[in-house]
């Protein structure tokens, strides 16, 4: 019998730490690593920063066991917390092309350490506030109709990460929603008039 192993691979251009799975070491893009060296399977799928991930398509989670190869590919676009249960796997492998049709596109990931006004080119922003509170001020929601963008807080800092709305457009009915939580990740999306978290 193999031995099972829970690896995970980095999708992304960018250097990558499971925050709450704090023995694992930062990941290189394209690198793979058996979580089960670092952390048990109930540590793995109790974390919350690694179901974000996976949500958001950072992550690729590769299980193996009895020499069976399984992937499951967590890139539907949301960032809701979504639980990793064994029964989740399933006996196929998705290409690249397939998790592109799922998400529309690869995810373009940036890092800002100023007030910043996200774009058309901008989809994953990941906020640096180690030196002061950082505005985010999201796009007009009538240009930016059916857009989303996911905000995420990196530092540990207590400075604040603002998230504010184009003129009299809101967030959640809010005119400001505000963190300054590391690691939490917030999916903003337009109806065509104003941006709400989902």
Same mark, same amino acid.
């Given at each position: ?107 373009? +990931? ?40 996911? +905000?995420?807080? +990196? ?44």
């Amino acid at each position: 019998m193999a031995r099972e192993t829970w690896t995970v691979k980095n999708q992304t251009k960018k250097n990558l730490s499971i925050g709450d799975l704090s023995l694992v070491p930062v990941m290189r893009p394209g690198m793979q690593m058996n979580l089960l060296k670092f952390a048990t399977k109930t540590e793995i799928n109790q974390s919350v920063n690694l179901k974000q991930m996976l949500d958001v398509g950072w992550l690729k989670l590769i299980k193996i066991k009895d020499k069976v190869k399984t992937t499951l590919s967590q890139a539907r676009g949301n960032t809701g917390v979504h639980s990793i249960e064994e029964n989740e796997l399933r006996d196929f492998t998705y290409t690249k092309e397939e998790i592109d049709d799922l998400t529309g596109s690869v995810l373009e +990931i940036f890092v800002v350490t100023n007030d910043y006004i996200p774009g058309d080119d901008d989809q994953v922003i990941l906020v640096d506030a180690s030196s002061r509170d950082i505005t985010i001020t999201l796009p007009s929601a009538v240009e930016f109709n059916n857009r989303t963008f996911y +905000i995420k807080k +990196i530092d540990s800092s207590l400075n604040n990460v603002i998230i504010d709305g184009e003129d009299d457009e809101t967030i959640d009915e809010n005119d400001t929603i505000t963190t300054n939580v590391q690691y939490l990740c917030l999916q903003v999306a337009s109806d065509g008039a104003n941006w709400w978290i989902i």
